[in-house]
């Protein structure tokens, strides 16, 4: 019975002081003597976790955003728990404890003491920095000599460090420049006389017409022509030797008459007053310089045709772009006039010397030009793709720290590690680098805050750089 007694006072008591705490809460009262009176106190001692290392600063008992460089009191008298310099605020979870961790098993050599703000400068002995803070000693082991840097992973997740795979990627950008159409310089045709002529007809054809080859153009009364004719006719009606025949058939091919006309004259035995000259090729009339009844003086241009069924884009390539350039490369070719149709291509000659005002150089394109919609000097828009079909090694741009002078790329190894190696890059686009040297695929490269791990290891290089305290055991 009366043990029953005494558990019913506890629990009264304890249902007392919750509601006194729970009244004082509400109006602001201190509760330090309840929380001693119910070990509250003791209770979260037992639970804070005991740091190694010099004071750094002090933080409120409650774990209130509030901090103090010197000792300090709460309101209520509570002294600021102090913050050593083992102790680490990180998001990881801390593994247990074992006695190698708490020192049971005797205790770490302090290989020197750093700087709290991260500066170059060590020291053999404790001392503060300008500021009162204390440095923060570094103990055997932590400190490996190598180009290995360690990082807590609280404080990888707080800066968002992120990684990736370097693999096998087609590397390739698009240079995007203007250019114009121009007629291919092999498919024009001019019509000319090799002897003095007399114009009598010139066919219903202007400029910007379509022909056919075979079509007819003029009809012309040349007397070199009709001389040669009648030499050819003497010949045959005296029955003149195979050598004296194509004497006068060769006269009349170097005057430029076509073969079917000679035929014609052979076969007829007569010499036509007026010859007929037709179209070479199928084409566009780019010149007519003939009317009817002129005379034309021996390589006068009549008429000047061009084949457009397949037309050159010529392309101003900037200086630094041209490495990216080869031939054969595809092309893709909008034109202005012509919206939402576009043409495909390819390189087929890079011309050889740069432009000394442009510091470009030209690019040809040689292009299908189906029912003759691309005029010659229209502009077009010009995509040419660089890089080579094969795959290679590429991690993505972010992952690259140029310096200007080195490209750098940060190895992720693990649990923390990192590695800082210098590559050697290729060529870049959509997003993507080339690494020649430096990377194998499969690599865990940095692609995200590489910046602040690539700051740490200057850091740790600097320090590695100063001479090594000698500490005494």
Known sequence: MKRVALTGLALAAVVAAGAGGYWAGIRGLPVAGLREWLGVEATLAAAEPTGTGAVIYYQDPDREPAYSATPRRT?????????????????EDRPPATAEATGQAGPRRILYYRNPMGLPDTSPVPKKDSMGMDYIPVYEGEDDGGSVVRVSLGKLQRTGVRSELAAQRVVGRLVRVPGTVQLDERRISVVATRSDAFINEVANVTTGDRVTKGQMLLRLYAPDIATAGAQLLTDLNIGGRDSALGGAR?????LGLPP????????????????????????????????DGMKAAPGDVLFRLADISTIWVLADVPEFDLGAVRLGAPVTIRARSLPGRTFEGRVSLIYPQVGE???A????IEIANPGGVLLPNMYAEVEIGTGDAAPVVAVPDSAVIDTGTRQVVIIDRGEGRFEPREVKIGLCGEGFTEIREGIAEGDRVVVAANFLIDAESNLKAALRGLTPPQVQP
Do not use: Y
């Not at 309101?75 to 990180?90: K, L, M, N, P, T």
């Not at 060769?250 to 170097?254: A, G, I, P, S, Y």
């Not at 150089?361 to 040809?364: A, E, G, K, L, S």
């Open 75 to 91: 309101g209520d008298g509570r002294a600021f728990r102090a913050v050593r310099a083992g102790e680490d605020v990180s998001f």
């Open 250 to 254: 060769q006269r009349l091919e170097n």
């Open 260 to 291: 079917e006309a000679i035929a014609e004259i052979e076969r007829t035995r007569k010499v036509p007053l007026s010859m007929t000259w037709r179209a070479p090729r199928d084409g566009v009339v780019l010149e007519r310089n003939v009317v």
């Open 357 to 359: 005002a442009t510091r």
């Open 361 to 364: 150089t030209r690019v040809r």
